[in-house]
């Protein structure tokens, strides 16, 4: 039997959970969950207490407690719940047959390389696991990964509506959205790049840039209304604190994942830019959907070099992939592809 653990995660006005809850609406088009982890914010300790120790809480832990021999699980990894839940994510794991599917390594997204080893060897205990990216699962396995992976290449961006139309045109106007409080490059903009115009999508949207020319906030929308709503040239990733490098652990990070950000332009059918360092940079050269970049001094002059013929080129492979990724295609591909190389010979399936 195949199943899956459950994921009843906080609604917000960003993207941060939409990758888990399209997941696991893939997942629930075949397999049925084994519980639900409900995932609280609470303003007092007492409020903790009160609901680690709900009648709903403890079957959730008896559920988790509970073996289950015959069955596979899809579990998301990493952990984001209160720590009593994720002690027992981490007991499931390594007392029942899982495939992990890797949203982030956390010791690798921290640069906290000390941390590393202890992290490959809880990815060790599953029976597969899912990762990111080439880049992603060569280092792991420089690291001492040793159980079957397949690479998802990208991450699904699932939209319950229509295919957002593409009414992008070839200019300067350079979309990024994000949570941009957490966006330092941004900071460095005004005075520095004056050829290009941001508009920026999201929440936290820092005041002191209120009145930089350049730099638009348009507004922050939920995730699945967002796509509908950018409007510009190209969808640009980036991360840091630097214009003409992607630094810091975070820049450090993009090396090794797939954001979420290149999902949601590609859902939106929008054109991209990325660090040519990063490992998506092979993504989008490979299905020719935008352009890669050293710096983002070399937007502009970029820009000036293309013509239309090679945007509407652009525009009609992001297209193709756009299709893809609001059905949920890449997902699905990769558990086939896992399905076939972890050992069923001893489960009965859905």
């Known amino acids: 039997m195949i199943q899956y653990l459950g994921e009843n995660l906080i609604a917000e006005r960003h993207a941060g959970s939409k990758a888990r809850q399209d997941i696991e609406k893939i997942l629930a088009e075949k397999y049925s969950a084994v519980t639900n982890i409900v995932q609280r914010k609470f303003s007092s300790n007492f409020q903790k207490v009160q609901f680690l120790f709900s009648i709903k809480s403890i079957k959730t832990m008896h559920q988790l407690l509970e073996r289950h021999p015959d069955t596979l699980f899809f579990v998301q990894y990493p952990f984001y719940f209160n720590p009593v839940y994720n002690y027992l994510l981490k007991h499931f794991i390594r007392t029942h047959s899982c495939v992990l599917m890797v949203h982030d390594v956390d010791s690798l997204r921290y640069k906290n390389i000390g941390r590393l080893h202890k992290e490959v060897l809880r990815l060790n205990q599953a029976e597969g696991i899912i990762l990111h990216n080439d880049k992603m699962s060569t280092f792991l396995l420089q690291n001492g990964l040793k159980v079957p992976y397949v690479n998802l290449e990208l991450f699904d961006y699932l939209l319950p509506g229509q295919v957002p139309e593409q009414n992008y045109y070839l200019g300067k106007e350079i979309v990024f959205a994000g949570n941009l409080g957490k966006s330092a490059f941004l900071h460095r903009i005004p005075g520095k790049i004056s050829a290009l115009h941001f508009s920026l999508y999201g929440i936290s949207f820092p005041e002191s840039l209120k009145n930089c020319p350049n730099l638009s906030w348009k507004g922050s929308y939920t995730p699945d209304e967002i796509p509908y709503r950018l409007e510009g040239s190209f969808g640009l990733v980036w991360d840091g604190d630097a ?48 352009f890669t970049v050293d710096s983002l001094f070399d937007i502009s002059k970029k820009v000036d070099n293309l013509d239309q013929e090679t945007y509407q080129i652009y525009l009609r492979n992001i297209a193709r992939l756009q299709k893809l990724v609001i059905t949920g295609s890449f997902t699905k591909k990769a558990i086939q592809a896992i399905l076939e190389r972890v050992d069923l010979s001893a489960r009965e399936e859905v």
């Open 243 to 290: 214009l003409d490098t992607c630094n810091g652990p975070m820049g450090y990070y993009t090396q090794f994942n797939n954001p979420h950000k290149l999902s949601l332009y590609i859902a939106a059918g929008l054109p991209v830019i990325v660090w040519n360092k990063s490992a998506i940079a092979d993504f989008v050269n490979k299905y020719q959907i935008g």
